[in-house]
């Protein structure tokens, strides 16, 4: 474990809708530079972590801190200016306004300094995922699930965000078009961004995460090293759990 | 021929103020799902509070710009007194909110403004222009040259600005909205004052034509509302299509029927429309196309 403070860092934290709790306790570190997986079956409550730490599900009890500071009341167009941006679960894209729009929304956040963000995060979206630049002028709605799926993340990477936290990329998409998503998450590693990512798929999430954590039923239940839960017996029989239930 | 360039005149004249009036619960619609049944009120205010403040020696065009000021400033305060506290409830709840506070709009207009119908000036005097055998009030071309003004604006703010693009992008997917940092509680709160704004345009426009009363919210918001539901609600173009397209068939109903036609047709627009595709109209605010 590195000295330095961990990027983000949730202790205790309990959370879920109306009567239902449905994080119970829930501790976990991402430190600066890492890419830190969580696995899980449906409904073992990783979206609703996601969705608790930018704040559009409120904590119950337990602390969440980003760059060291606590967030009494996380709000999503507050955190997103402060560099921590979502794709959500879903891809929540504005279907009708075309990609170019969609892309510039993302750098909504950046206020003043708009322009500049814009153009420069724009340039390295381009790059990452050329198809984006092809569409510009289409609406968001007509693309492709892949297309759609590197919309989402390209939006969210108009916020130039320091930690990217995305939720289930891979969902329903083909092999061919996770490769091409998952080297883009390996190139923003490269370019220093952080990532906290939300996976069904456990083998494909930790082959390129650092760290991983196991949840079950609102709770981690396993973490430590990609590598070591890869190996993991246990990790297995989840891992192998959540395939039936996907292919029933 | 010069019979029906008249009642197309007049069609298009009413029109124009139901379009304004759709146009706001359009926008309303568009940010909360829900239909702003005070929208008449702001109708209302505007008109009242214009005759107000040229009572008090402003000039006709600050008087205007006062009055649509103040409406726009009164329905943003509207939205996070009234509305803001149950955000995020079932519309519904939202609706029934808005009811209650156009009887409240009403009874605070009778209070400051007394009970009396009042006029206004016409925005420029002289005589009607006169073509083809149809005589043009001065007032209509400022009604049509406002309405247009207006229109014209609110798409460029839409398609042009960032502000109207976040605006558009909350009315899609709030979620995300907020997750690209977009203040969306803010966003709903300006759509209020928006459509105030619009509503008080109409009631300052028109007053010089017809007088205006605390009493004349309810009648013009079922006019509008009929206009909006008219134009498939959600949709500010046809909106603006539905509000001169109702005023045209109640020009034409009185005109070639009988006068006594007039308000019915509001009605029964309503009634057809929501039997014939009420699902269509009754969208979800996520199909919404601002
Ligand atoms: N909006 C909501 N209201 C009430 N309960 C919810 C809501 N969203 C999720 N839940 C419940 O919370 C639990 C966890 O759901 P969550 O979506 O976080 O799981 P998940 O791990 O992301 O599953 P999946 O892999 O299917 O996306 C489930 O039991 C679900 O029914
Ligand atoms: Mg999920």
């Not at chain 2, 004052?193 to 007088?211: D, H, I």
């Amino acid at each position: 474990m590195s000295e330095a403070t961990p990027l983000l860092e949730l202790a205790s934290v309990r959370a879920g809708y109306g009567h239902a709790e449905v994080l119970h306790d829930i501790d976990l570190t991402v430190g600066e530079g890492e890419l830190v997986a969580v696995i899980g079956a449906n409904g073992a409550g990783k979206s609703t972590l996601l969705k608790t730490i930018v704040g559009l599900v409120p904590v119950r009890s337990g602390t969440i801190a980003y760059r060291g500071a606590r967030v009494a009341t996380p709000r999503p167009e507050r955190l997103v200016r402060k560099g921590l941006a979502l794709v959500p679960e879903g891809r929540l894209l504005f279907g009708p306004m075309t990609v170019r729009d969609n892309l510039e929304l993302g750098a909504y956040g950046a206020g003043r300094e708009r322009r500049a963000v814009t153009t420069r995060a724009l340039a390295r979206v381009n790059e990452l995922f050329p198809v984006l630049e092809e569409r510009a002028d289409q609406p968001a709605e007509t693309l492709s699930g892949g297309e759609q799926q590197m919309l989402a993340v390209g939006r969210a990477l108009m916020s130039e965000p320091r930690l990217l936290l995305l939720d289930e990329p891979s969902l329903g998409l083909a092999p061919l078009v996770i490769a091409e998503i998952f080297s883009a998450l390996d190139e923003l590693r490269a370019q220093g961004v952080t990532i906290l990512l939300v996976e069904q798929d456990a083998r494909l999430a930790l082959r390129h995460a650092d760290r991983g954590s196991v949840m079950r039923t609102g709770r981690v239940v396993l973490e430590g090293p990609a590598a070591d839960l890869l190996a993991d017996e246990s990790v297995r029989t989840i891992y192998l759990g959540a395939w039936h239930q996907e292919g029933s | 021929m010069s019979e029906f360039l008249q009642f197309l005149v007049a069609g298009l004249k009413n029109g124009s103020i139901y379009a304004l009036i759709a146009l706001g619960f359009t926008i309303v619609y568009a940010a909360t799902g829900a239909i702003n049944f005070a929208q008449g009120e702001f109708f209302m205010l505007g008109g009242m509070l214009c005759v107000s403040f040229t009572d008090l020696g402003m000039p006709l065009p600050v008087a205007a710009v006062a009055a649509i000021a103040a409406t726009a400033a009164i329905g943003a305060a509207f939205e996070l007194l009234a509305v803001r506290p149950i955000a995020g409830d079932s519309p519904l709840r939202i609706i029934m909110v808005t009811i209650g506070g156009a009887v409240v709009l009403r009874q605070l207009a009778l209070h400051f403004f007394g009970p009396d119908e009042r006029a206004l000036a016409p925005f420029t005097e002289g005589a009607s222009l006169k073509a083809f055998g149809v005589a043009v009030e001065l007032q209509t071309l400022w009604i049509w040259g406002l309405t247009a003004l207006a229109v014209v604006a609110l798409a460029l703010l839409y398609r042009k600005t960032a502000f109207g693009r976040a605006m558009r992008a909350t009315a899609i997917r709030r979620d995300a909205a907020r997750l690209v940092g977009i203040n969306a509680g803010m966003m709903v709160t300006v759509a209020f004052a928006l459509a105030a704004g619009l509503g008080a345009l109409a009631g300052v426009a028109v007053a010089p034509l017809t007088q205006t009363a605390f009493g004349v919210g309810a009648a013009i918001g079922v006019k509008g509302f009929a206009a909006a539901i008219l134009g498939g609600i959600g949709n500010p173009i046809t909106a603006v299509a539905g509000g001169l397209l109702l005023g045209l068939l109640e020009s034409f109903a009185a005109g070639y029927f009988d006068p006594a036609y007039k308000d019915g047709v509001a009605l029964v627009v309503l009634l057809v429309v929501l039997f014939v595709a009420p699902q269509g109209l009754l969208a979800k605010a996520g199909r919404v196309k601002v």
